[in-house]
C-alpha cells in the first residue's frame, strides 16, 4: 500500500498553482529471499522514486516498507544501523557515486567502517575478499576511482554495497552506463553472487533484455502503478497488459533516448500532476473502453502474478487470456 505524493508549485505565465505529483501510489509488492523483482517503465513511471522510499532516502506518504517484518520507516538509532547493513544500493553513475579522493580500500570499507565496529586488520581482510570476489586485485585497494575503467569502478561500488554481507541490494540502472560487453560481465556477476549468497535484489532497469536474464520477477509501472506483475519468463512470453505489450513491442520506449522522431505528442505520457481518472493508460491505450473510466480491477493470473485492466474483470477469477479484447 506505498504511497508517495510530492507537493508542487508552478503555472503557466506566474499564475500559481499547487498540487500533488502521484509519484508512487498504492504500489504493493514482496521481494523473497535470493529473489530479483525487476521494475520495469517508461521514465518518471515512479521506479526511482520505490527505491529511494525502500533505502529510507525518502518516506512515504501512506503505506510501509518492511525488511524482515521490521517497518524500516519507524527504526530507533540501532535499528537504523542495523537497516544499514541490512540494505545496500548500486546506481548507474560509478563516477558519481564514488568519491574521487578516496582511495578505492577506504571506499569498499566505509559501510563497514561506519555501521560495525571491527578491528582494523579485520576489515582489512573483508575489503580483500571482497575485491577479490568481484574480480578486483586486493592490491588495488590503494589506488584512486579514475585509475578504473567503467566496467571496474561499478564493481568498486558493488564491493562496497557487498562488505557488509546485505540482504538486499538496490540496483538502480546498475549497467546502463557499461559497454555492452562490460555490461554482460557485471550482470553474470550479480547472479553468481545472488546464487552464492542469497541475496535479494530490486532492480530498476530500461534495458528490458538485461531484465529478462536476471529477475525473477517483473513489476511493470505506469504513472506510479503496478499494472501488471508477475513471474519474469512467464510475463515476457505472454504479457497480458495492454501497457507491457506495448511496453514489451517496443511501440513505447523504456527510455526516452529511445523515443522515435516523430513521435504523436498525443503519446506522451500524461503529467502525474493531472493523471486520467479510472485507468491512467486509457488516453493511450488502443482498447480503451467505457468502462476504463473506472479504477480497473486487479485480477490473479494464473501463471502467478496480477494484471489490472478492464480487459481481465476480477469476477472472471483466474483467467488464461482476454476475456474482451
Ligand atoms: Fe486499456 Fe481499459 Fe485495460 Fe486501461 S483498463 S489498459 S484503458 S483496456
Redesign the pocket.
Known amino acids: 500500500g506505498l504511497s508517495k505524493h510530492f507537493r508542487v508549485a508552478g503555472g503557466p505565465l506566474g499564475v500559481r498553482t499547487a498540487g500533488h505529483v502521484r509519484a508512487v501510489d498504492d504500489v504493493s509488492f514482496r521481494i523473497g529471499a535470493g529473489q530479483t523483482l525487476a521494475l520495469v517503465g517508461e521514465s518518471g513511471c515512479g521506479k526511482t522514486t520505490i527505491s529511494r522510499l525502500m533505502l529510507r532516502l525518502e518516506s512515504p506518504t501512506t503505506g510501509t516498507v518492511t525488511l524482515a517484518g521490521r517497518d524500516v520507516h519507524r527504526l530507533d538509532r540501532t535499528g537504523v544501523r542495523w537497516f544499514r547493513r541490512k540494505v545496500q544500493a548500486v546506481f548507474q553513475d560509478p563516477w558519481a557515486s564514488l568519491s574521487p579522493r578516496m582511495r578505492v580500500g577506504d571506499i569498499v570499507a566505509e559501510p563497514l567502517v561506519v555501521n560495525e565496529r571491527l578491528p582494523r586488520a579485520r576489515v582489512r581482510e573483508r575489503v580483500a575478499a571482497i575485491m577479490d570476489r568481484v574480480g578486483l586485485q586486493p592490491w588495488q585497494a590503494k589506488l584512486y576511482p579514475h585509475e578504473f575503467s567503467g566496467g571496474q569502478r561499478q564493481r568498486i561500488a558493488l564491493a562496497s554495497a557487498l562488505i557488509t554481507e546485505p540482504d538486499l541490494v538496490v540496483l538502480d540502472e546498475p549497467v546502463s552506463a557499461l559497454d555492452v560487453s562490460v555490461q554482460a560481465q557485471v550482470m553474470n556477476l550479480l547472479k553468481d553472487i545472488q546464487t552464492e549468497r542469497g541475496t535479494s535484489f530490486l532492480l530498476i532497469s530500461h534495458d528490458l533484455a538485461s531484465v529478462r536474464y536476471i529477475a525473477h520477477r517483473v513489476a511493470v509501472m505506469y504513472l506510479g502503478q503496478i499494472v501488471e506483475e508477475g513471474p519474469a519468463d512467464e510475463l515476457y512470453d505472454n504479457p497480458r ?3 507491457t505489450r506495448a511496453l514489451f513491442d517496443a511501440i513505447l520506449p523504456a527510455h526516452p533516448d529511445d523515443r522515435r522522431p516523430g513521435t504523436d505528442a498525443a503519446d506522451e505520457v500524461p503529467s502525474p500532476l493531472n493523471p486520467p481518472d479510472g ?1 491512467r ?2 488516453t493511450r ?1 488502443p ?3 467505457d468502462v ?1 473510466g473506472q479504477p ?1 480491477p486487479r485480477t490473479a493470473l494464473d501463471r502467478g502474478g496480477s494484471v489490472a ?3 481481465y474483470p476480477a469476477e472472471a477469477g483466474l483467467t488464461k487470456g482476454p476475456v474482451r479484447e
Open positions: 497488459h495492454p501497457y485507468c493508460f486509457r491505450c482498447h480503451a473502453m476504463c480497473p485492466c478492464h480487459l
